[in-house]
């Protein structure tokens, strides 16, 4: 946990209620004794190949990523109908 916390530069309590987070939604496992350390680990077979195409996709457009983790959430159908605007040229 001390080694995310140097990179993240938040609480400890916040790091330590964020990775707990993650050990209950399946993707990292806490080590049962010593130190408190964490590893990903996910419970889906599924979710280790679409990390890794996140951890690409982060290295060819972090920019983008980051608008994406932190815009509002648009709804599907939202989505479609802005597919059908049309836009002048300037």
Do not use: W
Not at 21 to 28: A, F, R
Not at 52 to 62: I, P, Q, S, V, W
Not at 68 to 79: G, Q, V
């Amino acid at each position: 946990m001390a080694a995310v916390y140097q990179v993240i530069k938040s609480s400890e309590s916040s790091v330590r209620d964020r990775l707990d987070e993650l050990v209950s939604q399946g993707l990292l496992q806490r080590a049962a004794t010593g130190p408190l350390t964490y590893r990903f680990a996910p419970t889906e077979k599924a979710t280790s190949p679409l990390v890794a195409e996140l951890a690409t996709a982060y290295k060819e457009r972090r920019v983008r990523i980051v608008q994406l983790i932190y815009s509002p959430p648009t709804s599907a159908a939202e989505e479609f109908a802005n597919a059908f605007k049309l836009r002048r040229d300037k």
